[in-house]
C-alpha cells in the first residue's frame, strides 16, 4: 500500500507565536503543502485555522489534522465529542480529516474513547480515525473495537528511532504511519553520516534525514519548519531517492535516542 497522504506534511508544535504560526502555516500551504498537523494541547489551533483561511486553498485540498489530549482535554466518551466541536470551532472548519488519541494514557479506555471517535464519523464530522503514541498491542485493541478502519498512527521517527516493529505493523495492516520528530528535532542536522550523503547528493541534511523517512513504505513525515527556506528546503525532500547503499548506512547509525516521553508511555 501506498500512503494516500503526501510525504511530508507539516508539523506546528511550538509554533506558538500566533502571528509566526498563521505566516508558516499560510506560506507552507501556498508552497504546496497539503497535510497539515496541529493538536489542542499545542494551543495554537485558532492560529493554524488564520493560516489556513488566508491561504485561501479550496479545503477539499488540504487534509487537516488535529488530536485530543487526556490532560488538556479528556478521553472520557463525551469529553472527545466536546473537544472535537472545540477544536473544530478554532481552526474554522467543520469537519476534520484527521482525529487522533494524542496519547494512551489517563482516561483512555479504547471502547470508549474510540466509540466517541466512531460517532465522530458517523456524523461526518471527522473523516478518519488515528492514534498517536501507541504499541502494537494498544494497536490490536484498537482495530478490534473500531468498525472504521484504522486510518493512521503517529509515532516519534527518525534516525535515531527506526520504529522498525511500528513500521512493519503499518505495512502489515495497511494504515499509514505518520513520522513525528522526523529532523530528530534538529539533531539529525549535525550527524556526520547524514551530512555525508547530503553532501554527496548536494542537497540539505534535512533533505536527507527526511528521504530516509519516508523511503520506508507507509511512511510519512511532519516536519515542523517556522521560516519560508526551511519549509521550502522540506517539501524538497520528496523529491529526493536515495540509493539503497546511502540508505542502509543511515539504517546502520549507531545512536538511539527518543526525544519525546511523557509518564505512563506505553514503551516506559
Ligand atoms: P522536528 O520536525 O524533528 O524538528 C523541528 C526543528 O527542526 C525546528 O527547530 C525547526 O526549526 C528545525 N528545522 C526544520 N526544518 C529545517 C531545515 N530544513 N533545516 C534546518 N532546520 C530545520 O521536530 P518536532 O517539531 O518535534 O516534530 C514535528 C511535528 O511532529 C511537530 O511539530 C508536531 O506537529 C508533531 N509531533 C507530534 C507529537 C505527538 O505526540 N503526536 C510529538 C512531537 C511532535 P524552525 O522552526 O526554526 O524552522
Given at each position: 500500500?501506498?500512503?494516500?497522504?503526501?510525504?511530508?506534511?507539516?508539523?506546528?508544535?511550538?509554533?506558538?507565536?500566533?502571528?509566526?504560526?498563521?505566516?508558516?502555516?499560510?506560506?507552507?500551504?501556498?508552497?504546496?503543502?497539503?497535510?497539515?498537523?496541529?493538536?489542542?494541547?499545542?494551543?495554537?489551533?485558532?492560529?493554524?485555522?488564520?493560516?489556513?483561511?488566508?491561504?485561501?486553498?479550496?479545503?477539499?485540498?488540504?487534509?487537516?489534522?488535529?488530536?485530543?489530549?487526556?490532560?488538556?482535554?479528556?478521553?472520557?466518551y463525551?469529553?472527545?465529542?466536546?473537544?472535537a466541536?472545540?477544536?473544530?470551532e478554532?481552526?474554522?472548519?467543520d469537519y476534520?480529516?484527521?482525529?487522533?488519541?494524542?496519547w494512551?494514557?489517563?482516561?483512555?479506555?479504547?471502547?470508549?474513547?474510540?466509540?466517541?471517535?466512531?460517532?465522530?464519523?458517523?456524523?461526518d464530522?471527522?473523516?478518519?480515525?488515528?492514534?498517536?503514541n501507541?504499541?502494537?498491542?494498544?494497536l490490536?485493541?484498537?482495530r478490534?473495537?473500531?468498525?472504521?478502519?484504522?486510518f493512521?498512527?503517529?509515532?516519534?521517527?527518525?534516525?535515531?528511532?527506526?520504529?522498525?516493529?511500528?513500521v512493519?505493523?503499518?505495512?502489515r495492516?495497511?494504515?499509514?504511519?505518520?513520522?513525528?520528530?522526523?529532523?530528530?528535532r534538529?539533531?539529525?542536522?549535525?550527524?556526520?553520516?547524514?551530512c555525508?550523503?547530503?553532501?554527496?547528493?548536494?542537497?540539505?541534511?534535512?533533505?536527507v534525514?527526511?528521504?530516509?523517512?519516508?523511503?520506508?513504505?507507509?511512511?510519512?513525515?511532519i516536519?515542523?519548519?517556522?521560516?519560508?527556506?526551511?519549509?521550502?528546503?522540506?517539501?524538497?525532500?520528496?523529491?529526493?531517492?536515495?540509493?539503497?547503499?546511502?540508505?542502509?548506512?543511515?539504517?546502520?547509525?549507531?545512536?538511539?535516542?527518543?526525544?519525546?516521553?511523557?509518564?505512563?508511555?506505553?514503551?516506559?
Open positions: 500500500m501506498v500512503s494516500p497522504l503526501p510525504p511530508i506534511g507539516l508539523g506546528t508544535w511550538e509554533n506558538d507565536d500566533p502571528t509566526q504560526c498563521a505566516r508558516s502555516v499560510r506560506t507552507a500551504i501556498e508552497l504546496g503543502y497539503r497535510h497539515v498537523d496541529t493538536a489542542e494541547h499545542y494551543g495554537n489551533e485558532s492560529a493554524v485555522g488564520d493560516g489556513i483561511e488566508e491561504a485561501d486553498a479550496p479545503r477539499d485540498e488540504l487534509f487537516l489534522a488535529t488530536k485530543v489530549h487526556p490532560i488538556s482535554g479528556g478521553l472520557t463525551d469529553e472527545v465529542l466536546e473537544e466541536d472545540a477544536s473544530m478554532r481552526l474554522g472548519v476534520l480529516d484527521l482525529l487522533y488519541v494524542h494512551p494514557v489517563g482516561e483512555y479506555e479504547a471502547a470508549e474513547t474510540l466509540g466517541a471517535f466512531e460517532h465522530l464519523v458517523e456524523a464530522r471527522v473523516r478518519h480515525v488515528g492514534v498517536s501507541f504499541d502494537v498491542d494498544l490490536d485493541e484498537a478490534e473495537v473500531l468498525d472504521s478502519p484504522l493512521a498512527h503517529q509515532v516519534e521517527l527518525h534516525p535515531f528511532l527506526p520504529q522498525r516493529e511500528l512493519e505493523d503499518a505495512q495492516h495497511e494504515y499509514t504511519l505518520v513520522a513525528y520528530s522526523p529532523l530528530a534538529g539533531e539529525a542536522l549535525t550527524n556526520e553520516t547524514i555525508d550523503i547530503a553532501e554527496q547528493y548536494e542537497t540539505s541534511p534535512a533533505q534525514a527526511l528521504a530516509w523517512v519516508t523511503s520506508h513504505e507507509n511512511v510519512v513525515a516536519p515542523k519548519a517556522t521560516s519560508s527556506a526551511h519549509l521550502e528546503d522540506n517539501l524538497g525532500a520528496a523529491a529526493l531517492e536515495l540509493d539503497d547503499e546511502d540508505i542502509a548506512r543511515i539504517d546502520d547509525i549507531e545512536r538511539r535516542t527518543r526525544f519525546v516521553e511523557r509518564d505512563g508511555a506505553p514503551w516506559q
